[in-house]
């Protein structure tokens, strides 16, 4: 297998930067969203959901070593802004906190989707890692919906995307 050169490793790393500082603050929604639901099969949901951003938070934070790097400075500052919005949601009820679910993975999707086609070819594990973790975010998409989730109005999916752009773009670099 060839060896990444210095520009691939460092475009690897701040991808998979921004790749763990999605699982840091799903695992503050998730935290969050089970906090605010009364809804026993609900906070399952939230449950099972966190239970696999937890390994794809270890799979990242690996990768990051791997590639001789580190996590987003500004992981504090991510989780606590996801864990306030988390709440926000959760206290709009669970219809609207599944369908802020949904609406999320479906945008992760979106984001992994633009890191496969961004990564080096040569970087197979930082590739498997993000392939799994698209097959698992649109597990969570779905079964957010199937537990009545309801779609978000496009003002807020406008919002959420700007407020995860300038997430993104910065967690690369910082």
């Known amino acids: 297998m060839p060896e990444l050169s210095p520009a691939e490793r460092a ?13 840091v603050c799903a695992q503050a929604l998730y935290q969050a969203q089970k906090l605010a639901t ?12 966190a239970i696999e951003e937890e390994d794809h938070l270890a799979w990242t934070a690996k990768r990051l070593e791997a590639l ?12 606590t802004g996801a864990l306030a919005i988390g709440l926000a949601a959760g206290r709009l009820g669970d219809r609207v906190s599944l369908g802020f679910m949904a609406e999320t993975e479906r945008q992760v999707e979106q984001h992994l989707d633009s890191h496969l086609d961004q990564l080096p070819a040569a970087d197979h ?9 698209r097959v698992d975010e649109a597990e969570h998409g779905k079964a957010a919906m199937d537990a009545g989730g309801i779609e978000l109005p496009l003002p ?19």
Do not use: C
């Open 11 to 23: 475009h690897a790393a701040g991808l998979m930067r921004v790749n763990h500082v999605g699982e």
């Open 38 to 49: 009364k809804s026993p099969s609900l906070r399952a949901v939230f449950t099972h959901a």
């Open 68 to 79: 001789d790097s580190r996590p987003s400075l500004l992981n504090p500052v991510w989780y």
């Open 125 to 133: 594990e930082s590739r498997a890692i993000v392939e799994q973790m």
């Open 156 to 174: 807020v999916r406008a919002l959420m995307r700007a407020v995860s752009k300038v997430m993104t773009r910065t967690a690369y670099y910082i």
